[in-house]
């Protein structure tokens, strides 16, 4: 299976600052079949991005996704107070169908 | 808006089964196009697909846990089912029921709220 390692575990920011997430994979993600969810406390994860790159329905502007191969990047460009929560990356290029580690973003 | 809510007891006893079912609104089970997931998390973890199903009944599991899951439908109630068997400890998690897409887009859009699933006697 195709393990994705997450870095870093943990991530300080301000809000307004630059938030860039890594997702590494253990081997190539086919056609780039990578998601990135976040989760608050108490709730359940929430489709961010799909496909490396395509914004879910609803999601703003300032989520971003990139990479291809074995490296992807979640980037959010200016952080709003409520975009503090952990990040998960899937994969579902091949199966199972598995998920990172997660990072935390957390205000410093 | 489609909407997804687990139920089944919070609590299971060692060696025994855990059942819990997922009720959809806001859409057919049926219509198709859809595989109808569960996923857990335990503990301050990270999430695991556990397996999906498609309205027809074709179902997909995780390898590790494929020899003690069984995941089935039931279409007349808009309805899919998980059973995890012989339970230990290990177990206890978050357990989630989402929807992916077909046609290689397996990723999840929506989600169940999670009920937490104790295993101890």
């Known amino acids: 299976e195709i393990v994705l390692t997450q870095s870093p575990g943990t991530l300080s920011l301000s809000p307004g600052e630059r938030a860039t997430l890594s997702c590494r994979a253990s081997?190539?993600?086919?056609?780039?079949?990578l998601a990135w969810y976040q989760q608050k406390p108490g709730q359940a994860p929430r489709l961010l991005i799909y496909?490396?790159?395509s914004r879910a329905t609803g999601i703003p502007d300032r989520f971003s996704g990139s990479g291809s191969g074995t490296d992807f990047t979640l980037t959010i460009s200016r952080l709003e107070p409520e975009d503090f929560a952990v990040y998960y990356c899937?994969?579902?290029?091949?199966?199972?169908?598995?998920f990172g580690q997660g990072t935390k973003l957390e205000i410093k | 808006q489609v909407q997804l809510q687990e139920s089944g007891p919070g609590l299971v006893k060692p060696s025994q089964t855990l059942s819990l079912t997922c009720t959809v609104s806001?859409?057919?089970?049926?219509?198709?196009?859809?595989?109808w997931s569960w996923i857990r998390q335990h503990p301050g973890k990270g999430l695991e697909w556990i397996g999906y199903?498609?309205?027809?009944?074709?179902?997909y599991y995780n390898p590790s846990l494929k020899s003690r899951v069984t995941i089935s439908v039931d279409t007349s109630k808009n309805q899919f089912s998980l059973k995890l068997s012989s339970v230990t400890a290990a177990d206890t998690a978050v357990y989630y029921c989402?929807?992916?897409?077909?046609?290689?887009?397996?990723?999840?859009?929506?989600w169940g709220q999670g009920t937490l699933v104790t295993v101890s006697s």
């Open positions: 989402a929807r992916c897409g077909d046609y290689g887009e397996y990723y999840f859009d929506y």
């Open positions: 806001g859409g057919s089970i049926s219509s198709g196009g859809y595989y």
């Open positions: 199903i498609y309205y027809s009944g074709s179902t």
């Open positions: 081997q190539s993600v086919s056609s780039s079949y």
């Open positions: 496909g490396a790159s």
């Open positions: 899937q994969q579902y290029g091949s199966s199972p169908e598995t």
